[in-house]
């Protein structure tokens, strides 16, 4: 079975920073682009970032860029999300979200159960 | 950014009832559409990919349609699980982006 589990959520105050990870199961992880997608507070869902099976292409959303560095460690089958320079429009549920990708189609086919972070003082 | 736009925001609507939701994108994304559920507390659910394809295990009432800046979701006959928020994505772009949602109600 599938399993995403993110962690690392919390309070933070606006300017800290907070590293969210994301474990996963139940499939070969190496083999699967991933990306982490937040939704702040009653609001819709908002792509944050991407990164391939290896690691050596990243995109990010322009709200994050230069702030936010995603990264991935395949031997432990984990993922990974360093926020810093935070502020309070972060305060979101973050989720991972495994990419299955063909020549003609991307979809996200599985998410975790999310992990809240606040930025507030 | 490809800018994704659903009609409407919020629909009312009776178990049975046929219902379609629409969603437009600013420019051509080809057949590169997806559809999600998401429940209060919960994270989103994959229903509909490249526009037309039923996810595996996902009820066949559940139908997409479209290509190039249209697209549609159809749900057949409503069920009492079907009430929930309903976002599209676009992955044409490595910017991915998603509709607004579609919250759908009992009526």
């Known amino acids: 079975e599938v399993q995403l589990v993110e962690s690392g959520g919390g309070l933070v105050q606006p300017g800290g920073s907070l590293r969210l990870s994301c474990a996963a199961s139940g499939f070969t992880f190496s083999s699967y682009e991933m990306n982490w997608v937040r939704q702040a507070p009653g609001k819709g869902l908002e792509w944050v970032s991407y990164?391939?099976?290896?690691?050596?292409?990243?995109y990010y959303a322009d709200s994050v860029k230069g702030r936010f560095t995603i990264s991935r460690d395949n031997a432990k089958n984990s993922l990974y999300l360093q926020m810093n320079s935070l502020r309070a429009e972060d305060t979101a549920v973050y989720y991972c979200a495994r990419d299955e990708r063909t020549t003609v189609t991307t979809k996200f086919d599985y998410w975790g159960q999310g992990t809240l972070v606040t930025v507030s003082s | 950014d490809i800018q994704m736009t659903q009609s409407p925001s919020s629909l009312s609507a009776s178990v049975g009832d046929r219902v379609t939701i629409t969603c437009r994108a600013s420019?051509?994304?080809?057949?590169?559409l997806n559809w999600y559920q998401q429940k209060p507390g919960k994270a989103p659910k994959l229903l509909i990919y490249?526009?037309?394809s039923l996810q595996s295990g996902v009820p066949s009432r559940f139908s997409g349609s479209g290509s190039g800046t249209d697209f549609t979701l159809t749900i057949s006959s409503l069920q009492p699980e079907d009430f929930a928020t309903y976002y599209c994505?676009?992955?044409?772009?490595?910017?991915?982006?998603f509709g607004q949602g579609t919250r759908l109600e009992i009526k």
């Open positions: 994505q676009q992955s044409y772009s490595t910017r991915i982006t």
């Open positions: 420019q051509s994304i080809s057949n590169n």
């Open positions: 990164i391939s099976s290896s690691g050596s292409t990243i």
């Open positions: 490249a526009a037309s």
